[in-house]
């Protein structure tokens, strides 16, 4: 597993940890290119949580992530990792505020890997206290996610 180091969104008012695990497939291919972003209610992008894989160049791929984020270097500078391959999962720990969660916020996850097929919201998990510790299933190269708190 690989840990994460800790984000905060700008302007916590009262910051809840959480922590996110994403577990890949055992799909074919090389390692994957993950971004894991917040929306909000509407699914509009709100914010970088981590980016898996180091080269820049590569982003354009994770299609609803770079759009959002218009693949700004202040959007995640310093929220990079690298790549995970088949198999694995990426374990990551945040700091979020309290009143995201149960107010239609999503944690997404877009994947990509080199020669194969890019897949944006792979996973869309509501942030809910329900469904915290509850796996959703994603698609393709993602299995599942689980977040807890």
Known sequence: MVLASLVTLPAVAQAKAVTIDTQLSQYRGDGAYLAIYLTDARGVYQQTLWVAGKKSKYYKHLSDWARGSQRSRAEY???TG???TRGETL???VNLDETLIDSGYQIRVDAAVE???DQPAAVIA???TAGAGTPIRGQGYIQSLTYTF
Do not use: E
Request: glycine fraction near 6%; hydrophobic fraction near 40%.
């Open 126 to 128: 509501p942030l809910t």
């Open 91 to 93: 374990q990551i720990s």
């Open 77 to 79: 500078d310093g929220l």
């Open 115 to 117: 020669d194969m097929d």
């Open 82 to 84: 690298a790549s995970i």
